[in-house]
């Protein structure tokens, strides 16, 4: 019989799902959802393609080791297979031709990306290659000691003289998909951040799911002695000497020895007391929508012969790509299925009966500024506090899904959870 704390759980994406199971094995969990069901799973359908029936998870939950260690370590422990994924890509250009393209191969746990030959200039496939081995060599050359927290990656591209075709038409659209922001917020994002996301071995380690979607990662994480309550309309959280109290729209109350708020920073605000100190740093944290499609139109796919899962569109003086992945090539269990696919910023009109789902979703975004502010809220994390944070936002590098369980872990270790590492 556990004998631990009474906590509340406000959010069900990774964070607060990942919580959940850390304190789990110690404490009574009471997890609150605002929607029908948990959010890291409110997008997923079924859909049938090609006479296959497919689970698809919107957006895709996608990661590689060597940036996602604590999310991989929380599959490892709570029994969640995971299963290698292919993400090689073509880039097209405002009238839908592929100027680069690569493909993917394993050499033990090790990825291989190599280019493929297309109809364009040689000198310009091969100038770009040059352009990618000589921004890595800077890259790779740099100590991240040295980079300044207010330096920019605009400032490090104009420092190292890297503002290439490489970076314009390939780099910036791949991260851009990654931050999921406009080109501008990345080259505004701190150089260190992106650096060391870019040098830590990502593109050796290729890119990784769990098996069984997250359906498998909410039964894993989901444990039989967790109260889940969905439809929760919590109005305010009130933090007190002892305990913490949790106010519903209704007008009714529930008290709690802690209350775990794991929503965006800009939620979290909303939640808390107007004079709350935690007030001024959650809403200097920018947070930026995004927008997915789910459809079936081929017709969006580049023009030839292309066989790389993912591909990006790139129109004349966009701010951000349209990102595509193909996951009957992606995903080996769709293997077979006609194209679907994900889209990420669509930005050419599909025709009503080909789209699937068409959904809008929120991020928050890292400039130096609300690196700080994201520095202030971890500081302010003690085993004494009533009500406690988790999110992607607190950790001190791209706001992924690691990040997300990387805050939670600090949760568990505050209150001496047993499956903490």
């Keep these: 019989m556990v004998q631990g704390e009474q906590i509340a759980i406000i959010g069900t994406g990774i964070a607060g799902l990942s919580a959940a199971w850390l304190l789990g094995k110690d404490h009574h969990i009471h997890i609150f959802e605002r929607a029908e069901k948990p959010g890291m799973g409110i997008y997923s359908l079924d859909v049938n393609s090609g006479g296959k029936n497919l689970r698809v998870d919107i957006p895709l939950r996608v990661f590689t080791p060597a940036y996602y260690p604590h999310l991989l370590k929380l599959y490892q422990q709570a029994g969640i297979d995971t299963e290698i994924t292919n993400h090689a890509a073509a880039f097209a250009d405002q009238h839908n031709q592929v100027f680069f393209h690569y493909g993917n191969a394993r050499l033990g746990k090790k990825n291989l990306s190599y280019p493929k030959p297309i109809n364009w200039l040689k000198q310009n496939r091969w100038l770009r290659l040059f352009e990618h081995r000589r921004f890595f060599n800077v890259l790779h050359g740099t100590d991240l000691h040295t980079i300044a927290r207010d330096m920019t990656f605009a400032d490090f591209i104009l420092r190292e003289k890297l503002d290439t075709p490489y970076l314009r038409n390939i780099l910036l659209p791949s991260m851009a998909t990654v931050c999921t922001c406009d080109y501008d917020d990345v080259l505004n ?194 085993k004494q506090e009533r009500v406690l944070l988790s999110g992607s936002y607190l950790c001190d590098g791209i706001p992924l899904l690691d990040g997300a369980v990387e805050a939670s872990l600090a949760v568990a270790r505050l209150l001496c959870s047993s499956r903490a590492w």
């Design 189 to 382: 994002y701190p150089a260190e951040i992106l650096l060391r996301y870019l040098t830590c071995g990502v593109m050796a380690d290729g890119v990784m799911r769990a098996t069984k979607g997250v359906d498998g990662v909410l039964k894993a994480l989901l444990e039989p002695s967790m109260a889940l309550h969905t439809h929760a309309r919590i109005l305010r959280v009130i933090p007190a000497a002892n305990k913490a109290s949790i106010e519903f729209e209704d007008g009714s109350q529930r008290e709690f020895d802690r209350v775990i708020i794991a929503t965006q920073p800009h939620q979290a605000a909303a939640l808390l007391p107007e004079l709350h100190p935690w007030q001024q740093p959650l809403r200097s944290i920018p947070i930026r929508e995004s927008r997915m499609q789910l459809h079936n139109d081929k017709r969006l796919l580049p023009k030839g012969r292309t066989l790389s899962p993912v591909s990006y569109f790139l129109p004349a003086n966009g701010q951000r790509p349209e990102a595509s992945v193909d996951l009957s090539k992606a995903i080996g269990q769709f293997a077979g299925a006609e194209p679907v696919l994900q889209v990420w910023n669509p930005l050419r009109p599909v025709a009503k009966e080909h789209i699937l789902a068409d959904v809008t979703f929120t991020r928050p975004l890292v400039t130096c500024q609300s690196r700080e502010a994201s520095s202030r809220l971890r500081s302010a994390q003690h």
